[in-house]
């Protein structure tokens, strides 16, 4: 079975930094899109990052320019460097991944197969 697991959330303040750490496992070769969502108190769940297997990567306008999503292919880590981050970033974060080649951090949840339990990264 697959399995995703996310580390690395925590408090900060405004202006700091964390890098979150999604470990995937369970996998026949690497996954063809993973991608990062957040989701707050009382918000929908929404994508900010994608990384297909080809190297491909996109943002949310949200977070352009404070994230950098990156993938460590030979142990199957992949991360979400932040920085400056905001009290809007609060949120759990969400590791997840897709067989689709098409796939972006704008996909709907739905499309994405495997979910982490989420990591809780808060900022005040």
């Known amino acids: 079975d697959v399995q995703l697991v996310e580390s690395g959330g925590g408090s900060v303040q405004p202006g700091g930094s964390l890098r979150l750490s999604c470990a995937a496992s369970?996998?026949?070769?690497?996954?063809?899109?993973m991608a990062w969502f957040r989701q707050a108190p009382g918000k929908y769940r929404e994508g900010i990052a994608h990384?297909?297997?080809?190297?491909?990567?996109g943002y949310a306008d949200s977070v352009k320019g404070r994230i950098t999503i990156s993938k460590d292919n030979a142990n199957n880590v992949l991360y979400l460097q932040m920085r400056n981050l905001q009290p809007e970033d609060t949120a759990m974060y969400y590791c997840?991944?897709?067989?689709?080649?098409?796939?972006?951090?704008?996909?709907?949840?739905?499309?994405?197969?495997?979910w982490g339990q989420g990591t809780q990264v808060t900022v005040s």
């Open positions: 369970g996998y026949t070769g690497n996954p063809v899109c």
């Open positions: 990384l297909l297997n080809n190297g491909d990567e």
């Open positions: 997840a991944t897709s067989s689709r080649s098409d796939c972006t951090w704008n996909l709907v949840p739905s499309a994405y197969k495997s």
